[in-house]
């Protein structure tokens, strides 16, 4: 038995913190892992909202590190006690996708994961895993691909972060957008993800990076992570002309996963430029334009769904920047705390009080 957070029905404010989750035994070609460390994402709130499907009830949690404890008959590359970061996409290798260099679009293990829960609760139910993992749980059961091998030395909240957050942001300025440098960056939300992204940006070389975002508290923030100048909505335009001469920027990310957001990064991109779409947005949350401006203004719409990662590739890389002292895990964590805080780490994370938040297993 082991502690897990489920969650039993959309729209649920507080979390089941239960003691008694099993995992499922792991079969030939999985791994169960000890979780060590997870993050506090919103993505794990828009799973709580339903703003990100998931069958119920689930454990919560996707971004995650820990160690190996057993591996399957066939399983090979990793052995119990490798240290690991999850990945919550993981690649079959034989999808049409997966045969063209695009591994985080495969949905061979995302959709297995709505049918085969990965869990069973005390009472004899099964549970399922978000996005087929469930880090905010002390054990789970990945497939092989699931894991990505880390150097040892790697504090496990560090590495739990490189699962999600810094792929997602960085990866979506090397990867996606690939900026340039000496170009112009505008990044619409400044909040952990948001300030990966800044971060990518400043490590590609950027010449002027403006985070825009509502909570000035967090302006001095993204400061600190890069961005070389700030705004909030009410000041943009004054800011974009005296930043752009009014033609706006080459590259603008939207991390905010919103509508609005994605208007306003499409109004803040010079004509030519780049919009990135990085946020995860509900199905019913529409976003328009007229095909005039489509054509005419010349500007491409990119979605960088986890930032365009292969993580077998991509986090030796991310690990490379952070010993070079270019890549800061270190400060993006809020607070480091225990399983019992999950509900009170919802709480603040829903009202912006923070930027990323660690759950450390003991």
């Known amino acids: 038995m082991a502690r897990a957070a489920v969650l039993h029905a959309v729209g649920d404010k507080e979390l089941d913190l239960r003691d008694d989750v099993s995992t499922i035994d792991p079969g030939p070609d999985q791994v169960k892992v000890k979780i060590k460390a997870t993050g506090v994402c919103h993505s794990d709130l828009s799973t709580m909202t339903g703003v990100l499907p998931s069958a119920m009830p689930t454990v ?7 160690v190996v404890a057993e591996v399957g008959d066939r399983v090979t590359g990793v052995r119990p006690g490798d240290h690991v970061v999850v990945n919550w996409t993981p690649d079959c290798g034989e999808c049409p996708e997966c045969l063209r260099g695009e591994p985080y679009l495969c949905m061979t293990y995302l959709a297995q994961s709505f049918s085969e829960p990965g869990f069973t609760l005390g009472d004899g139910s099964p549970a399922f895993g978000m996005a087929g993992t469930g ?106 002309g005296l930043l752009t001469g009014g033609a706006g920027f080459d590259y603008t990310f939207e991390v905010v996963g919103k509508s609005a957001a994605i208007a306003t990064a499409w109004n803040t991109t010079r004509r030519g430029g780049d919009v990135i779409v990085v946020g995860a947005g509900a199905a019913d949350d529409h976003w328009s334009q007229t095909a005039f401006a489509l054509l005419f203004d010349g500007k491409s719409l990119k979605p960088s769904l986890y930032g365009g990662c292969d993580l077998k590739r991509d986090i030796p890389m991310f690990v490379d920047l952070w010993r070079a002292g270019k890549l800061d895990i270190d400060s993006l964590i809020t607070r480091r705390i225990g399983f019992e805080d999950l509900n009170d780490a919802v709480r603040a994370l829903t009202n912006g009080e923070v930027i990323r938040q660690v759950v450390v297993f003991d």
Request: overall charge negative.
């Open 60 to 66: 919560i949690g996707h971004e995650g590190a820990g």
């Open 135 to 240: 880090t905010w749980a002390e054990e789970i059961v990945l497939p092989r691909r699931g894991v990505i091998k880390i150097a040892e030395d790697i504090p496990f909240e560090y590495a739990a972060l490189l699962g999600c957050g810094i792929p997602t942001g960085v990866g979506a300025v090397v990867n996606t957008a690939k900026v340039t440098p000496g170009s112009t960056v505008a990044v619409v939300g400044a909040g952990g993800v948001g300030l990966s992204v800044i971060q990518g940006a400043r490590i590609a070389g950027a010449s002027t990076i403006l985070a825009i975002d509502p909570n000035e508290t967090k302006h001095p923030i993204a400061k600190r992570f890069g961005a070389t100048h700030t705004a909030t909505l009410d000041d943009l335009e004054q800011t974009k």
